[in-house]
């Protein structure tokens, strides 16, 4: 995956990305809630290594982890960052119209 995947994507349907690296622990526990979710999900989730996919990163203009985010059309539409529970993703979700069973 590159920026101008993810760019040429968002145009055909909305993409989430989430942003992440290794190294973080906050976003070990926000890939759970979201790893919990997934099956219900009808977008993928993209995950975006910020060490390895700088230019993505940069792009986006994501300088702290974690971020997921809904790109459309190449921009940013909505952003949530830090921690958070299954409950709340699953709430911020529904209020960027994500298609949740």
Not at 6 to 28: A, D, M
Not at 77 to 83: K, N
């Amino acid at each position: 995956m590159n920026l101008e995947t993810i760019q040429k994507e968002s145009f055909e349907q909305p993409l989430y990305l989430f942003f992440t690296t290794r190294y973080c622990g906050t976003c070990r526990g926000f890939q759970r809630s979201i790893d919990a979710l997934v099956k219900q999900l009808h977008y993928p989730i993209i995950t975006i290594d910020t060490e390895i996919m700088r230019d993505i990163s940069k792009a986006f203009d994501v300088s702290g982890v974690p971020v997921l985010m809904r790109v459309e059309k190449g921009l940013e539409i909505a952003r949530r960052s830090g921690s958070t529970t299954s409950e709340e993703l699953l709430e911020w979700l529904r209020q960027h119209h994500f298609e949740v069973a």
